[in-house]
């Protein structure tokens, strides 16, 4: 019996993690729906991939419906909510944080993701797939800087785990990468020489380790999982 193509909605594709998930994703025979807000970045993974791929922001209900329009009534075997906004750069202490640049950090990276699970969970339901919410070191440490980024995916953190009770047939996972050489890693740290830290594409096996064995649904670092170096 032939087995079904796998289809997967990724947010944040078009660079970074997001794009390195689409092209193994890709290579392994799925289907994808791509968005991110770099039009002509999002263009090149399309042409790469065969993606369905569609730009906008995801705080945009407008864009989000539109997602909803293309996503239909298909199954969906992976939602992963990648797409993140780190806010200013370089990082102020909460003190001198701009409270409406904070509100627009945490639209991205907490309403937003829970919006894109509450219009895709029946599509997941009905693939038995798996929703990930990528989240961060920063979201359970104390660093100076990072007190709204972090505590937008602290945010991440938790509605993730009451999802997942809330869905128990499911697999919901908080996915940390940990640090990676991207352009958002880079604006925390302008001027500043990254270059050590890994790529990408390097993180990628651990999340589709994820895929493959299907935990039960939790927070997971990356480099704790068995494939990560």
Do not use: C
């Not at 699970?117 to 029946?122: D, E, F, I, R, Y």
């Not at 997941?124 to 979201?139: P, T």
């Not at 047939?169 to 990676?180: E, K, N, V």
């Not at 990408?200 to 994820?210: D, G, R």
């Amino acid at each position: 019996m032939e087995e079904t193509t796998k289809t997967a909605l990724v947010t944040g594709a078009s660079a970074g993690f997001g794009r390195a998930v689409a092209l193994a994703l890709a290579g392994r025979g799925w289907q994808l729906i791509l968005t991110a807000r770099g039009e002509d970045r999002l263009g090149k993974i399309r042409a790469d991939t065969g993606a369905v791929a569609v730009a906008g922001d995801i705080a945009d209900p407008a864009h989000r419906a539109e997602l909803a329009r293309i996503v239909g009534g298909r199954p969906l075997d992976l939602v992963l909510n990648n797409a993140s906004a780190l806010g200013p750069s370089p990082l102020p202490a909460l003190e001198h944080y701009p409270l409406a640049e904070l509100a627009a950090v945490l639209d991205t990276n907490v309403l937003a993701p829970l919006a894109i699970a509450q219009l895709t969970l029946p599509s997941l339901r009905a693939a038995n797939g798996v929703l990930i919410d990528v989240s961060s070191d920063a979201a359970i440490g104390g660093y100076e800087g990072w007190g709204g980024y972090g505590a937008s995916k602290a945010a991440l953190d938790q509605l993730t785990n009451v999802l997942a009770a809330e869905n128990p047939a499911l697999r919901i996972y908080s996915f940390d990468p940990g640090d990676m050489r991207t352009e958002m890693h880079q604006a925390a740290f302008p001027g500043e020489d990254i270059s050590d830290r890994p790529l990408p594409e390097t993180v990628v096996p651990a999340l589709l380790h994820l895929l493959d064995t299907r935990p039960a649904s939790g927070r997971y670092i990356a480099s704790e999982l068995p494939v990560a170096s």
